[in-house]
């Protein structure tokens, strides 16, 4: 059983800059795939990042087309946590947004058995 814990939303103008946090429990965390996941109010979940990590090839990541090149993900397994930078904001990245663990490196949300509870995030245009 894994439990995850988001902190880090809040409101900022449009074109700045939030870091968002997941931290998890249990002693396995580094053989986990990471992901971000958001939703918008009257739209589905949809994925943003993911990271898996391994010891010979460390920090693989992958990023919906949506946030390529402005949010990244990183992990930091002596802490449990992955985080999610937020940089040049959008008001379209407006939404609450989900940390999910699973044991497949995948995009799909029905393939993540953990959820954290969800950090909303507000850009304002």
């Known amino acids: 059983q894994v439990q995850l814990v988001e902190s880090g939303g809040g409101l900022v103008q449009a074109g700045g800059s939030l870091r968002l946090s997941c931290v998890a429990s249990?002693?396995?965390?580094?053989?986990?795939?990471m992901g971000w996941f958001r939703q918008a109010p009257g739209k589905e979940r949809e994925f943003v990042a993911r990271?898996?990590?391994?010891?010979?090839?460390?920090?693989?990541?992958y990023y919906a087309d949506s946030v390529k090149g402005r949010f990244t993900i990183s992990r930091d397994n002596a802490k449990n946590t992955v985080y999610l930078q937020m940089n040049s904001l959008k008001f379209e990245d407006t939404a609450v947004y989900y940390c999910?663990?699973?044991?497949?490196?995948?995009?799909?949300?029905?393939?993540?058995?953990?959820w954290g509870q969800g950090t909303q995030v507000t850009v304002s245009s």
């Open positions: 999910a663990a699973s044991t497949i490196a995948t995009m799909s949300h029905s393939q993540y058995p953990y």
């Open positions: 249990g002693r396995t965390f580094s053989s986990y795939a």
């Open positions: 990271i898996t990590w391994s010891s010979w090839s460390g920090g693989i990541t």
